[in-house]
């Protein structure tokens, strides 16, 4: 079957025609991930001195952002799905959708728990890189980890980083400018399909929304004008994630 044209160009508009280096369009990037991490250190890494703090509109939530180059990066409440339940998860959730790039952090050694949020935030279908944090704790377990296989599942750069030590930093900058849309599972596609059609030069889907839409995601599916029913349980009973 082959994808959608839709699929994975919502936010990636300013990509085209964008030659030269005046044309660039400011990019916003975002952290995610689980809570503890590494998320803040890698933001502070990221951004050096340059970050402001401030509360996510309507909430006491503290959103720490600076810039990363030309772009603008965000770090987002720790969260272990991409959804709604609480002020945090709103928050991160409303973030993730409007962000351009995502740089998803998980760490070396919750790695399975920590997965089941990136098979999540591949499948919205943003720019993504992944990067394994806490890699020093790994080697200090005798923890292993095929990066090459989780690139080839995901379709998408995956990095390894010690953040207190400031190490993968300057790679994790160097690739998100190479982040791209990774895998998404044929079933899911097939869900989204009908909702990705419903959309209107007024009212833009995108496949963002339309895989929390599938999920159960109220809010976002109210905001889309969508009744429809959560396939959830068919989504996330299977082991894709820890394959
Ligand atoms: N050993 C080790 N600890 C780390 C690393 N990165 C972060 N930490 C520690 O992990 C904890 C959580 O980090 P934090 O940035 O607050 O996580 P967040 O909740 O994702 O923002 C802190 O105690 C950090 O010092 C790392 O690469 N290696
Ligand atoms: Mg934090």
Redesign the pocket.
């Known amino acids: 079957m082959s994808p959608p044209t839709k699929l994975t160009t919502a936010n990636t508009s300013h990509n085209r025609g964008a030659s030269k280096a005046e044309d660039h369009k400011v990019q916003s990037i975002v952290l995610a991930?689980?809570?503890?991490?590494?998320?803040?250190?890698?933001f502070n890494a990221l951004t050096g001195s340059d970050a402001d703090v401030s509360n996510y509109p309507g909430t006491t939530i503290d959103i720490a952002r600076g810039h990363l180059g030309k772009d603008e990066l965000a770090?987002t409440p720790?969260i272990y799905g991409v959804s709604s339940f609480n002020d945090e998860e709103r928050a991160a959730r409303k973030m993730i959708l409007s962000a351009d790039i995502v740089i998803n952090?998980v760490s070396a050694i919750t790695l399975e728990r920590d997965l089941f949020l990136t098979v999540q935030l591949v499948e919205m279908g943003k720019p993504l890189i992944l990067v394994i944090?806490?890699?020093?704790?790994a080697k200090h377990r005798g923890i292993t980890i095929d990066l090459n296989r989780l690139a080839a599942e995901f379709g998408v750069e995956v990095l390894t980083?010690?953040?207190?030590?400031d190490e993968g930093i300057e790679e994790i900058k160097a690739a998100v400018a190479k982040a791209r849309p990774g895998k998404i599972r044929p079933e899911l596609l097939e869900l989204i399909e009908p909702i990705l059609n419903q959309s209107t030069s007024t009212k833009e889907i995108t496949q963002a929304m339309a895989v929390l839409i599938v999920e159960g995601d109220e809010p976002t599916a109210t905001a889309c004008g969508i009744t429809s029913p959560s396939h959830s349980c068919l989504l996330y009973t299977s082991d894709a994630a820890d394959e």
């Not at 944090?133 to 704790?137: A, M, T």
Request: hydrophobic fraction near 35%; proline fraction near 4%; include cysteine.
């Open positions: 991930g689980n809570p503890n991490v590494g998320k803040s250190v890698i770090d720790g952090v944090n806490q890699w020093d704790e980083c010690v953040a207190v030590k």
